[in-house]
């Protein structure tokens, strides 16, 4: 069955709050679950040096997202969970798909155009405090979509965009050098909750008005506490609509508890027995996934070495691409294909071979060697040596799995899939 692969990227610009819980990382989670999906999530270190320019802050910030993410219940063996900056090939990519993109589709970028607007309103030249960072954003989304030829990029109506944008680059590209690329599209769900603030105005760290998703206990229940709500006294009837209060609760509570909560309304609950009950239904929530978070924080080399062996499995991904799109637009080896290709030839007819090695990570690899010692295939880590043996058999008693199995192998330098497929045949015949 082919899974319909999703990409989901987090800016670590800052602490995760309850409306970026409630209204993405929860449903995404759930979502994750489904056995039709391949998911991606990945921590957009790099697209947070084009807003954020401390140092501290972005390393602080990439180590609470992710230990928000994991104790909120992404499951890394589930999905590929790593950091934009452990792939080479992203910026790589960048440059590639820059260098068919047009300016003016840049220019007309919701983010720069704000920029160029709100100098405009100031009375300052267009590109005043520009970065071109900022104005090459869209290009760098379109690489972390499409080194993974993501087929779904869960987004707001606001970021629709940068989706159309990629794939625009991935159309030029693939009419440039052939098909590549898949092209992305949106997923947009109007059902996303979105939480209210403190003041009312949607959540959001720009109004200062958020609750920290990991709060203390004491923080929160003094958080919710200071949420503004209307003059009227207990015993006279209150509106749900338009309640911060109540929405936040309807985000966490059960359809029943909710149903009673609305009736408390109808019926003059007192505004401080309205926010005991929030505090309950939240912490009920949180509790558990606060003491996984705060083991987290406190155990960074842990969250580090989770976010190295996603990179690794991201990487038997974009690898391959990159491979051949360099080959693709000409930077490839001076040697004439047909040239090139007798040795590669003779070194399987003098006796290609399967060797396998521990390595001092303790992981157990094996690689797929020419006649004349050259790295056709190279495997990933394995835990056990049977682990490796059982992947060996496979591929010598059906070549034709290669391409399902590249996940966990990559091929050697200047060689395809088909030259890999040649020698696993021969070496089947013989």
């Known amino acids: 069955m ?18 970026n819980y409630a209204g993405m990382m929860r449903p995404a989670i759930a979502a994750s679950r489904a056995g039709d999906v391949e998911n991606f999530y990945f921590l957009a270190d790099y697209h947070a040096l084009i807003k954020c320019q401390d140092p501290e802050r972005v390393n602080r910030s990439t180590l609470e997202i992710a230990a928000s993410w994991l104790a909120a219940g992404l499951d890394p063996e589930q999905v590929t969970f790593y950091r934009q900056s452990d792939i080479p090939q992203i910026p790589e ?76 680059m991935a159309s030029s590209f ?67 609509e338009g309640s911060a209060l109540f929405q936040m609760y309807q985000a966490f509570a059960t359809p029943e508890e909710t149903a009673a909560l609305r009736q408390a309304y109808a019926q003059g609950i007192a505004w401080g027995d309205a926010k005991a009950l929030l505090f309950e239904c939240i912490d009920r929530e949180l509790a558990p996934l606060r003491e996984r978070y705060n083991y987290l924080m406190t155990h960074p080399q842990e969250v580090e070495a989770i976010l190295l062996k996603g990179a690794e ?34 070194a399987k007819q003098t006796g290609a071979a399967f060797k396998q090695y521990r390595d001092k990570d303790g992981k157990f690899y ?20 049977r682990d490796a043996g059982a992947m060996i058999a496979r591929l010598q008693a059906q070549p034709e799995d290669l391409q399902q199995a590249m996940a966990n192998l990559q091929l050697g330098d200047s060689f395809s899939l088909s030259d890999v497929q040649l020698a696993l045949k021969e070496i089947a015949e013989s």
């Open 93 to 168: 990519l960048t440059w590639l798909l820059t260098c068919v993109t047009g300016k003016g589709v840049l220019n007309r970028a919701h983010a720069y155009k704000a920029a160029q607007d709100k100098n405009a309103e100031g009375g300052k030249d267009g590109d005043d405090g520009v970065t071109a960072g900022l104005f090459m954003y869209p290009v760098l989304m379109g690489a972390d979509i499409l080194v993974f030829n993501a087929n779904k990029v869960p987004v707001g109506r606001d970021q629709i965009q940068h989706i159309e944008m990629a794939r625009d």
């Open 174 to 240: 693939n009419h440039l050098y052939g098909e590549h690329f898949v092209l992305p599209e949106a997923a947009v769900d109007d059902n996303v909750a979105t939480l209210a603030g403190l003041d009312g105005r949607k959540m959001s760290k720009s109004y200062d008005n958020t609750i920290p998703l990991f709060s203390t206990q004491a923080q929160l229940k003094k958080l919710i506490g200071s949420i503004v709500t209307d003059s009227r006294a207990p015993g006279e009837p209150k509106d749900v």
């Open 313 to 346: 499995k991201a990487r038997t991904y974009s690898s391959p691409l990159l491979h051949k799109l360099r080959a693709a637009v000409g930077l490839r080896p001076l040697t004439p294909a047909s040239t090139a290709a007798a040795p590669k030839a003779a």
């Open 2 to 19: 082919t899974k319909t692969r999703y990409l989901t990227g987090i800016t670590p610009s800052g602490t995760p709050h309850l409306g």
């Open 366 to 385: 094996f690689k797929l060697v020419g006649g004349d010692g050259a790295v056709l295939l190279q495997s990933q880590g394995f835990d056990a040596p």
